[in-house]
C-alpha cells in the first residue's frame, strides 16, 4: 500500500475502481427494486458516491432520495436490508471478502446550496466584482 495513501492520502486507483462497482451494484439494486421494503417502494434513490476503507473491508454508501425527502427513513431501510446487499455485492464484484456496508445521507448537494447561496449575498457580490476590477 502506498505509504501516501496510508497517512490520508489520495485513494488507490483499485480502490476507487471497487467502490465504483459497489456503487453500481446498490444503484442496480435499487433501480430493479430487488430491496423488497414499503419504505423504498416508488422511490427514485441516487447513489451520488461510496467511500471504501483503505483495506476494502468497508463500503460507506452515501445516498439520497429524489427531492431530498425522508433520508432519514431511506437510510434506515436499506440498513435493514444491508445483509441482502452485501451478499449482492459478494456475488458481482469479485473480492476476496464481501465488505461490511453502511448507508449515510449524502450532505454534498446541501453543502453545494449552502455555497451558492453564499455567492448570491450582495456583499458577497460586491467583493467579487471589487476583485475583478483590480485585476484588470
Request: aromatic share 4%; hydrophobic share 40%.
Amino acid at each position: 500500500m502506498p505509504r501516501a495513501h496510508q497517512q490520508g492520502g489520495e485513494p488507490s486507483h483499485r480502490v476507487l475502481r471497487v467502490a465504483e462497482l459497489i456503487r453500481h451494484t446498490v444503484s442496480d439494486l435499487l433501480t430493479r427494486a430487488a430491496i423488497n421494503d414499503p419504505e423504498l417502494e416508488g422511490r427514485v434513490i441516487t447513489i451520488p458516491d461510496v467511500r471504501m476503507s483503505p483495506d476494502l473491508k468497508l463500503a460507506t454508501v452515501y445516498v439520497l432520495p429524489l427531492g431530498g425527502k425522508d433520508v432519514a427513513g431511506v437510510v434506515a431501510a436499506l440498513e435493514r436490508h444491508k445483509k441482502f446487499v452485501r451478499a449482492e455485492i459478494a456475488r458481482n464484484v469479485n473480492l476476496k471478502f464481501a465488505p461490511e456496508v453502511r448507508f449515510k445521507a449524502d450532505q454534498s448537494f446541501e453543502a453545494s446550496a449552502k455555497i451558492n447561496a453564499l455567492f448570491e449575498k450582495p456583499e458577497v457580490k460586491r467583493d467579487l466584482d471589487g476583485k475583478k476590477d483590480e485585476a484588470e
